[in-house]
């Protein structure tokens, strides 16, 4: 049984070594196409192309599959801390833009009638002095300027 194991084995690396240092050869045919092939043409006019040289020592080689599944977990993190960024910014905005529409909406009815009532903030109805109407008014103006982008 040990013997059969060392013939596969010795038959094994003769092959590998035999398909290692396989010939290339390259000539042109009757039909004036340049072929390729690992064995030579009948006539025997070719040119043999050398192997390739072997890597070089030291040459970089493919991260191991731990060091890929690290680098994917990475770049799952930086994404989902990007997306939450930019949650975070669509939030920012929408609020700004709610403070926008409810300072232009508040304009808008400063501006209207002198004489109207406004709902205070114990639930009371009042009417504004020209003078507080001006600086609501301002004020309005003011959260338009911070507000809105126009």
């Known amino acids: 049984m040990r013997r ?5 084995c010795l038959v094994g690396l003769t092959a590998v070594g035999t398909v290692a240092q396989a010939a290339m050869y390259r000539w042109v045919n009757e039909q004036g196409v340049t072929v390729y092939s690992q064995t030579p043409p009948p006539s025997g006019h070719a040119t043999r192309i050398p ?8 040459a970089p080689t493919a991260p191991s599959l731990q060091e890929q599944l690290n680098q994917i977990d ?6 989902r ?3 939450a960024k930019e949650a975070k910014l669509r939030q920012r905005q929408a609020v700004i ?16 009638p002198a004489r ?10 009042q009417h504004f002095t020209d003078e ?4 609501r008014i ?4 003011d959260q338009i300027k911070e507000f809105c982008s126009e």
């Open 4 to 8: 059969q194991v060392r013939i596969l």
């Open 51 to 58: 192997p390739p040289p072997p890597p070089p020592q030291g």
């Open 74 to 79: 990475k770049q799952n993190a930086e994404r």
């Open 81 to 83: 801390e990007r997306e």
């Open 97 to 112: 833009d709610a403070n926008c529409e409810a300072a232009r909406h508040n304009l808008q009815v400063l501006q209207g």
């Open 116 to 125: 109207r009532n406004f709902a205070g903030e114990d639930g009371t109805y």
């Open 132 to 135: 507080e109407r001006q600086q």
């Open 138 to 141: 301002q004020e309005a103006k």
